[in-house]
């Protein structure tokens, strides 16, 4: 007589996975309740990390008749997509191009890209009769809230029929004749595994090291990683000069290194921040200055210049025309011209056009949208993701060392290199 496994009612002869047979509710139930007895989980692709990377790959090869399993550690799905763009969500933008990424191989991103484009997933976004509007610079926002594209992605998984493992921690990831990976509630086997675990920001949100741990132990190199759309932190004579100015809002060019943008840059207690910061700190190197135009596009002294009343009040007063009355005031404070002569009122207009600072550091991944930096693309296939040291081995999202802009770039990478994963298998 064969040996039984008993699970609450169900008998289950010795070797037979009945868990390949119940329903994901059940199985999931019994994942909980039962953990011992478990036998592994056979499926055809398992998917780590239920982000915007993992829940839209899931649904794409869900579709194209693979068995997924979408493995998830925390309590529920997207739980970044959640808090995006003030809670809207900047799911794309229309005006996406590979020069909106970071990466050490800026090529790469151009395939996928191309091929699973913003209208790919706008059209998607239709299709859930999702309202959104266009807030600026090609940015799409929900009209309503970030749940309704969690909801998207979770209607299309479970068309799909994505089976979605909540509260499962992959600990483990071995590969004999396929892959195993170990999990805090079952065991799982494929032969090929996803890996959409994200990166090290927001870790109170669930971001853990996990897929660059992985990448490593598979042979993978990883681009030493940093914090990335992250508010920079004043040296402490700057701090002492112009941290009373929190909240103080303006509008700037932005410069570290070649790149620069111009967007609103915002004072905070410990330093800067607004898109303007947060667009170049993905470019900014520790102990580097950064440059700011506090008057884009402005002679802000011609007025003076012209006048025969050349003095502080009259140049606060030039400044007030454009700059916060507070910030006209404190910048004046310590950087008044050193006289009213035209080659020393050149020299203030300079300096406007050109303030330099040396931030000490930045917020850090508390406070960083992304990681920039991550696994290497020379080891991945631009097509498919896919590793090329590990057949069956792909990484998708935020783990990849491709970093967008602010303005709904990463999502767009998000789902394009999720698209270009799935399209493959
Ligand atoms: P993501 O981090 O979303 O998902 C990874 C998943 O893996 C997580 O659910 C995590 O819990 C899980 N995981 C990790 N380790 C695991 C393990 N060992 N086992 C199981 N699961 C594991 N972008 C944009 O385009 N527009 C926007 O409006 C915003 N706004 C924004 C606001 C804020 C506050 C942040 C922090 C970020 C943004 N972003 C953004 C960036 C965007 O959220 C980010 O680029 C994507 O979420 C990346 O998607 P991924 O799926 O790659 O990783």
Redesign the pocket.
């Known amino acids: 007589m064969s040996p039984l496994v008993v699970i609450k009612n169900h008998v289950i002869p010795n070797g037979v996975n009945l868990l390949n047979f119940l329903p994901p509710s059940l199985c999931l139930k019994l994942a909980f309740t039962h953990r011992e007895v478990l036998l592994p989980r056979s499926f055809d692709v398992l998917i ?9 790959c899931a649904s794409e090869a869900g579709k194209r008749g693979r068995r997924i399993a979408l ?4 309590d529920r ?5 959640l ?4 809670g ?6 229309i005006h996406t191009t590979p020069e909106n990424f970071l990466s050490s191989n800026p090529h790469f991103a151009k395939s996928a890209l191309a091929r699973f484009t913003p209208a790919d997933f706008i059209g998607l976004v239709k299709q859930h009769r999702i309202a959104y509007h266009e807030k600026k610079l090609g ?1 799409l ?1 929900c009209d309503n809230s ?1 749940t309704d594209i969690t909801n998207l992605l979770e209607a299309e998984c479970h068309a799909a029929q994505v089976q979605i493992f909540l509260n ?4 483990e990831v071995q590969r004999t004749t396929e892959f195993v990976l170990s ?1 805090d509630s079952a065991e799982f086997r494929a032969p090929i595994v996803i890996v ?4 090290h ?2 870790p109170k ?7 660059y741990d992985l990448a490593r132990k598979f042979g993978h190199k990883i681009v030493p990683t940093r914090p990335a ?1 992250v508010p920079l932190v004043f040296n402490p004579a700057d701090h002492h000069r112009y941290s009373q100015l929190a909240g103080v809002s303006t509008e700037v060019i932005a410069t570290a290194g070649k790149n620069s943008f111009r967007e609103k840059m915002l004072f905070t207690h410990r330093g800067l921040s607004g898109p303007a910061i947060l667009q170049i700190s993905s470019y900014w190197k520790e102990s580097q200055p950064i440059h700011l135009d506090l008057a884009p596009e402005r002679d802000a002294t011609a007025s003076l210049r012209a006048s025969s009343r050349r003095d502080l009040a009259a140049t606060r007063k030039a400044l007030q025309q454009f700059l916060p009355n507070r910030l006209a005031e404190r910048w004046l404070g310590f950087n008044a011209p050193s006289s009213y002569t035209n080659p020393d009122l050149a020299a203030f207009e300079k300096q406007l056009h050109n303030w330099s600072l040396i931030p000490a550091s930045s917020e850090g991944y508390e406070k ?3 990681t920039a930096g991550g696994v290497d693309t020379r080891e991945l296939s631009s097509k498919s993701m896919e590793s090329r040291l590990v057949p069956g081995l792909f990484f ?5 060392d491709v ?2 802009h ?9 789902w394009a ?2 698209a270009a994963a799935a399209r493959s298998l």
């Open positions: 780590l990390g239920a982000g915007a990377a993992g829940l839209f493995l998830e550690h925390a799905i997207g739980k970044k997509i808090i995006s763009g003030g809207r969500c900047n799911f794309t933008n940015q926002f970030a499962t921690r992959v600990t999990s959409a675990t994200g990166g920001s927001i949100m669930g971001a853990t090291p996990f897929g759309l960083a949208e992304v998708i999202g935020e783990v990849v970093t967008g602010l303005g709904g770039f990463n999502f767009q990478w998000a290199s999720a």
